[in-house]
């Protein structure tokens, strides 16, 4: 046997080290867009995320309403596998299908018009939210009529007419949006609008700002997330019915595909994506992989991405059951090294996904800076109203239901397999609930905002840059403790009663 004489590390053993943060690095600038599949040197990837948040292959996650949720915010869901061919790629076409949350309607309001009768107009439509866009002249006509999920307006703003609400200068703000970054770039492209969107730190539409000699067309300033205007989304294969399942998902508009298995490192996944490869023009990432030789092994085969992780994830007993695993920490840092030196090797940058066991934000961020180019997360997806699983009360507390893949009740096989038998031996994860935690968006928002204020710790303004910059140092099991409230007693808990 081989040793390998350094122990497996998680990610909770391990702190960032502030770096100088320039006056220059805000959260407002830092960028969290990252790339999904692989892309040669001075070349950009086909796809890239706004946020490096990917959610799990699994039944009680991704969805066709967690794919729409998160591509929605700026990452990707993969459609979990464990079910019949048609169903999986029903659940890919409806995201495909799904219209944005706004709808554009040319209309003939002008600037004398009021609010009122753009609220009329609204209803007419059924439009919920709206911001107004326009020609640019003060005087000229509106273009349209752009709904969102956010925007408000006062009750009393309602009479005032809309030029009001317009400045004579050829820079015209025209109104307050909570639509995502994707949203706004596939409105601008559909309707051909002169209009450039302004974010603000949450990758949030913040304003459309009309610029006369904007063309957005020559000009676009920000990437399309996906090339036929549809939210993009993934979907998780196997090693065993890929011939058949693949084509379908294809069809369906699946933009991403992804082997989902415990354990990446085997003939049958270099097959799967060979095949692929041979028949197909769709991305497929492979995995799951914990050291240099899977990764190299996958990428060589033609991965265009490579899921980190064996036995980490919240509801995985795989290490128990079978003694397999790494350290997720560990896993990661050797694959990202090995990721490095392949890009230096070949000129071909490979993303890598840590996949499983994140359990506090900032083990997002300290897989960012240890190489991961996106992190894939179950627990943390299972929370929300999004997912799929039902919510119940349990004593005074709200939660989800969640469960792995390799339990008795996903009964997902081929996950697991390692040759040929067509059933689940033995168990290798459990049926749990988390506490419920509320709509996607709002608990994502906090969790890029503790991200983003991180790297501005470390100095670092995009993700690249943390790779680069990040300073980790190991902490001692004491100093665990010191990282927590300590030494104090704290108010919920206290038991003391006064005045
Ligand atoms: P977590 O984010 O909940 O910690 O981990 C999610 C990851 O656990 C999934 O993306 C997948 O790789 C893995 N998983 C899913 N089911 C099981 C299981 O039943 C599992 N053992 O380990």
């Known amino acids: 046997a081989t040793y390998y004489t350094e122990p497996s590390r998680t990610f909770s053993e391990f702190l960032l080290i502030p770096n100088l943060t320039t006056k220059a690095c805000t959260p407002a600038n830092v960028s969290l867009k ?79 018009d009021t609010l009122q009768d753009v609220l009329d107009l609204k209803a007419r439509n059924g439009h919920s939210h709206f911001a107004i866009t326009h020609d640019g002249t003060p005087n000229g006509k509106l273009l349209g009529l752009v709904t969102s999920r956010d925007y408000r307006i006062s009750r009393d703003a309602t009479d005032k007419p809309i030029r009001s609400f317009m400045t004579p200068f050829e820079s015209l703000i025209v109104g307050r949006s909570g639509i995502t970054l994707s949203e706004a770039n596939d409105l601008i492209w559909d309707h051909k609008l002169n209009v450039l969107p302004i974010v603000d730190e949450r990758q949030h539409l913040d304003t459309l700002v009309f610029r006369k000699d904007y063309d957005a067309h020559k000009e676009h300033p920000y990437e399309l997330l996906d090339a036929n205007k549809s939210y993009v989304v993934g979907a998780g294969i196997n090693s065993k019915d890929y011939m058949d399942r693949v084509p379908a998902l294809v069809e369906a508009g699946a933009d991403v595909l992804v082997i989902d298995s415990s354990d990446g490192y085997s003939e049958w996944q270099r097959e799967t994506i060979e095949y692929v490869k041979a028949n197909f023009d769709v991305k497929i990432g492979a995995g799951n992989v914990v050291d240099r ?41 050797e694959v990202a090294e090995a990721r490095d030196e392949y890009f230096r090797r070949t000129g071909v940058y490979v993303p890598i996904c ?25 627990r943390y997806f299972a929370r929300f109203d999004e997912s799929p699983t039902r919510k119940l009360k349990i004593g005074n507390n709200f939660v989800k239901e969640f469960w792995g893949e390799g339990s008795n009740r996903a009964r997902n096989w081929q996950r697991y397999d390692t040759g040929g038998k067509s059933g689940l031996m033995f168990e290798e994860g459990v049926d749990s609930y988390v506490p419920y935690a509320g709509p996607l968006q709002e608990n994502m928002d906090k969790t890029t905002a503790k991200i983003k204020s991180t790297m501005c710790n470390c100095g670092s303004l995009t993700i690249s840059e943390l790779q680069k910059n990040a300073r980790i140092t190991l902490v001692s099991a004491t100093s665990l403790v010191e990282g927590g409230a300590h030494d104090v007693i704290l108010k919920d808990n206290s038991g003391l009663s006064g005045e």
């Open 354 to 378: 840590s996949d499983g066991g994140i359990v506090h934000d900032y083990h997002i961020t300290l897989a960012l800076a240890m190489g991961a180019d996106f992190v894939m997360m179950g």
């Open 34 to 112: 990252t790339p999904l599949v692989k892309f040669a040197k001075g070349e950009q990837p086909a796809y890239s995320l706004n946020i490096p948040f990917a959610s799990a292959v699994m039944q009680s996650v991704s969805d066709d309403r967690m794919g729409v949720a998160l591509a929605r915010a700026g990452g990707i869901s993969f459609i979990f596998g464990s079910q019949p061919i048609e169903e999986q790629a029903g659940m890919v076409r409806k995201v495909k299908n799904h219209k944005a949350g706004f709808v554009v309607s040319r209309s003939n309001l002008t600037p004398d």
């Open 293 to 333: 030789e899977g990764f190299l092994y996958l990428v060589e085969a033609g991965a265009d991405f490579v899921k980190v992780g064996i036995g980490g994830g919240s509801i995985c007993i795989t290490r128990e059951q079978k003694g397999i695993g790494r350290g997720q920490a560990s896993a990661v840092i």
